[in-house]
């Protein structure tokens, strides 16, 4: 199966398989590699790159940390996975840190 990955509105909307799914605008939690805080609390202003890898859909996203100001890119963050089919996103509470990010139950059908 093949899952359709792009950004929409000049990076503000993150759409799977024609479906807006993930915006930014967003206070995200991410630990290691974009500051030097402890935790970045990281206001996403645009989607810079998306992916797929497997069944994780990925990007790169612009902001500032909105603790010590610095401005930049992220590494590559799953942003969600595509389970049976269906998109489900990152709970948006989680830290962005790979070994603890969980997905958001299944929709019911």
Do not use: Y
């Amino acid at each position: 199966m093949v899952t359709s990955v792009h950004q929409l509105d000049d990076g503000a909307w993150l759409s799977v398989d024609d479906s807006r799914e993930v915006n930014v605008g967003d206070l995200w939690p991410i630990v290691g590699g974009f500051c030097s805080c402890s935790v970045t609390d990281l206001l996403a202003e645009g989607f810079v790159e998306v992916s797929v890898d497997g069944r994780s859909v990925e990007a790169r996203v612009a902001g500032q940390c909105i603790r010590c100001g610095e401005s930049g890119v992220t590494d590559w963050l799953e942003l969600g996975r595509v389970v049976d089919g269906r998109f489900r996103p990152v709970d948006p509470t989680s830290v962005h840190l790979p070994a603890r990010r969980t997905c958001s139950p299944p929709v019911p059908e």
